[in-house]
C-alpha cells in the first residue's frame, strides 16, 4: 500500500488567518524569450482531509497501490483556482471518483493551498465543504445533512465575488451554484436553456444535449464582477463539431443574458480544461487531449480574444515544450506536463501564470505508468505581458 500523508486542514471557513509570508511564494520578475519554468511544488497523491470521513468505497479499476475505502477524504481532483493575494489559494476538488455513481461518499470541498516552491511542496491550511443547508435544491440529495457529494454535483470551476462568495460551474447540470464563502448554497441551481447533461435528462426525463462531463469546465469573471463567462467543455447536439458555447451570465440579475461566443477545438476529440479573464474581451483557455505519459501530445494555452460571436484564439504555451535552463523540479530542459487532464490556469501577474493539473486521484498516470500522479503545481514566465486588467490581480 502507497503512502498516505495527512496534512493539517481546517474544516471552517476559509475567511481564516494564515501566516505565510517568506514561504509561500513564487519567482516572478523574470525576462524570458520563450516560456519558461519558473517554479514547481508537489501535493502528493496520498494526502487526505484529517478526521474527515471514509471515502472511495465504490472506487473500482486499478488503484495504482492504494486500497479503498479511504478512511479519510483525498485532497484531490483539482479542477479550478481561485488567488486570495496572500500566497494562498482557493483550489475546487471536482466530484471524485470519476462518474455520479461511484462518487456519492466524496465530499464536495475547496481547499485552501498554499504551494512553497523554494521546498518544492504544497502546504494544506484550511478548506470547506459544500452544502446546502437552506433545502435550495429541489431535488433528493445523497445525504440527508444535505452535504453536497460527487454524485449530487461535478464542480469543475470556480470564481470569487467582490462579496466573497463563490460561483461555481458545475457539469450535471450544466448548473451555475452560488456558495458563500462557508460554502452554503445562496441560490438554487441555475440551469442553462438548451444544455442538458445526461445526469440531469436522468432525473428529469428531459432529452440529454450534452455528453456526460462536458458541462462548465471553465468560469471566467468579467473585471467588474458584473458579469460570469462559462465555457462548456464539449460540443451541444446540433452545433459544429468541436465548436464550444461561451455564455454570459449577469450576477445581478442572477440570469443569463443571451449573449454567446464560440470557441473552436483544434480537434473535436479534444476538451477545454479551464477558461479565465485576462480582461474584458480576453481569455487564457486551455486546450487538451485524453493521453497522459507517452501518449500526452496536446496539452496548451490559447489566448483566446472575443471577435464578434467567436473567440479568436492564439497559442500562448504549449505545455509540452516548456524551456527549463535552471532543471527546475530537478527535469531536464525541456520540461513537459503529460497528465490527463489539466483545468487550472491562474495569472500571477503581467508576465507570469500558474498551472495545476487534476491527478484523478488515484488513476491517473501521467509521470509514471505505475504510480498514482501527485498534484503538481508549476508557474512559467512568459515572454510577452499579458497586459491582464488589474482588477483581476490581487
Not at 460551474?169 to 438548451?194: I, M, Q, S, T, W
Request: net charge negative; proline share 5%.
Amino acid at each position: 500500500m502507497r503512502k498516505i500523508v495527512r496534512l493539517l486542514a481546517g474544516t471552517g471557513v476559509l475567511a481564516l488567518t494564515v501566516s505565510l509570508a517568506g514561504t509561500a511564494s513564487y519567482a516572478g520578475g523574470h525576462r524570458v524569450t520563450t516560456p519558461t519554468l519558473t517554479g514547481w511544488a508537489a501535493l502528493p497523491a496520498g494526502t487526505f482531509v484529517p478526521g474527515s470521513e471514509q471515502s472511495g468505497a465504490l472506487a473500482t479499476g486499478n488503484l495504482n497501490g492504494f486500497t479503498v475505502p479511504f478512511a479519510d477524504q483525498p485532497i484531490q481532483g483539482f479542477s479550478g483556482i481561485v488567488d486570495n493575494g496572500d500566497g494562498t489559494f482557493d483550489v475546487l476538488s471536482d466530484n471524485g471518483y470519476g462518474n455520479q455513481a461511484n462518487s456519492g461518499d466524496f465530499l464536495l470541498r475547496i481547499q485552501r493551498l498554499a504551494p512553497v516552491f523554494r521546498t518544492k511542496q504544497v502546504d494544506v491550511v484550511g478548506g470547506i465543504n459544500l452544502t446546502d443547508p437552506d433545502g435550495l435544491i429541489p431535488w433528493t440529495l445523497t445525504r440527508t445533512d444535505r452535504v453536497l457529494t460527487g454524485a449530487d454535483f461535478d464542480p469543475e470551476s470556480i470564481v470569487r465575488a467582490a462579496d466573497n462568495s463563490y460561483w461555481i460551474g458545475d457539469e450535471f447540470g450544466p448548473y451555475l451554484l452560488h456558495f458563500d464563502r462557508a460554502g452554503r448554497l445562496l441560490d438554487a441551481p441555475v440551469a442553462l436553456d438548451g444544455v442538458v447533461a445526461p445526469e440531469t435528462a436522468a432525473r428529469t426525463g428531459v432529452t440529454a444535449t450534452a455528453r456526460s462531463s462536458k458541462g462548465y469546465e471553465g468560469l471566467a469573471q468579467s473585471p467588474d464582477g458584473r458579469y460570469l463567462y462559462g465555457l462548456l467543455e464539449g460540443t451541444v447536439t446540433g452545433d459544429p463539431a468541436g465548436e464550444l458555447r461561451l455564455n454570459e451570465f449577469d450576477v445581478r440579475a442572477k440570469k443569463y443574458t443571451g449573449k454567446r461566443w464560440t470557441y473552436q477545438l483544434d480537434n473535436p476529440d479534444l476538451a477545454i480544461g479551464d477558461a479565465i479573464s485576462v480582461d474584458r474581451n480576453r481569455f487564457l483557455i486551455i486546450e487538451r487531449d485524453g493521453g497522459q505519459g507517452a501518449t500526452a501530445v496536446v496539452k496548451k494555452i490559447y489566448l483566446a480574444e472575443k471577435r464578434g460571436t467567436k473567440l479568436q484564439k492564439t497559442l500562448l504555451v504549449d505545455l509540452m515544450n516548456v524551456a527549463n535552463p535552471r532543471r527546475v523540479g530537478g527535469f531536464g530542459p525541456t520540461f513537459t506536463f503529460p497528465f490527463q487532464t489539466i483545468e487550472d490556469v491562474v495569472i500571477l501577474d503581467d508576465r507570469t501564470i500558474a498551472v495545476l493539473n487534476d491527478n484523478n486521484f488515484p488513476f491517473s498516470t501521467g509521470r509514471s505508468a505505475t504510480a498514482a500522479d501527485n498534484n503538481e503545481w508549476i508557474t512559467i514566465a512568459l515572454p510577452k505581458p499579458l497586459n491582464v486588467d488589474k482588477r483581476l490581480l490581487k
